[in-house]
């Protein structure tokens, strides 16, 4: 999978380097572009934002130099890549999303800051023949800074679902089961050695080597949590 993202804070993306992300593109299994955007600005003050039409406060970012730059990765490309747009005003990114997304040729990320992007950009973009998809999305009800860190987040949760991204395939497979079961849980306690630690033990039932009551336990710890953390998950 191809990956671009655009922002005036190219930096952000530097942890996309580490870990999981870091060992796919080293693989070759993942291509991640980071692009400035004020290389796409024309003015000797590199300006990326003004004042909002119809007033209000703050600065809205400018859809010529949005333009340059998504243009600029569309010639670069024999692809139909799917647009994401980071914004508050999104749909809420779920599992099932990332999971949509994760089987996609090509993704571009453009992060606004400031009040956003002005509202042309995404108009614009949806009814070019070049783009697959646009996708405005919310990481959830909260307002950051910037798309920045929200792109960091739908990227992990993406490239996770990547066939050979991540290297135990098994805990995926257990995702997919918590999704696709009819009642759909939160997973329960953990625990690794030693077996007690500061006077407190691990549940017998999971020394116990009873891999059917086992089941049956953490069954019901997953239900005692979805009830009590996630009321709006429990049948
Ligand atoms: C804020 C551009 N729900 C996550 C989210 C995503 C994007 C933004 N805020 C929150 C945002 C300012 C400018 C995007």
Known sequence: MQIDLISIFPDYFKSLNLSL???????????????????FTQD????????????????????????????????????????????????????????????????????????????????????????????????????????????????????RLIPGVLGNDDSVKDDSFAQGSMEKLIEGPVFTRPEEWRGLDVPEVLLSGDHEKIAQYRLEEARKRTRLNRPDLAP
Do not use: C
């Open 44 to 159: 000797k003050h590199k300006t990326v934002d003004d004042a909002p039409y119809g007033g209000g406060p703050g600065m809205v970012m400018k859809a010529d130099v949005w333009g340059l730059a998504i243009d600029s990765v569309l010639e670069s490309t024999k692809t139909k890549p799917v647009l994401v747009v980071p914004t508050p005003s999104g749909k809420v990114f779920t599992q099932k999303i990332a999971q949509e997304l994760s089987s996609q040729e090509h993704l571009i990320f453009i992060n606004g800051r400031y009040e956003g992007i002005d509202s042309r950009v995404v108009n614009y973009y949806k009814t070019d023949n070049r783009i697959k998809d646009v996708r405005e999305i919310s990481i959830g009800d909260y307002v950051l800074a910037g798309g920045e860190v929200a792109s960091i987040v739908m990227l992990e949760a993406i490239s």
């Open 21 to 39: 992300l870091g060992k796919a593109q080293e693989s070759g299994i993942l291509k991640i572009n980071i692009h400035d955007l004020r290389d």
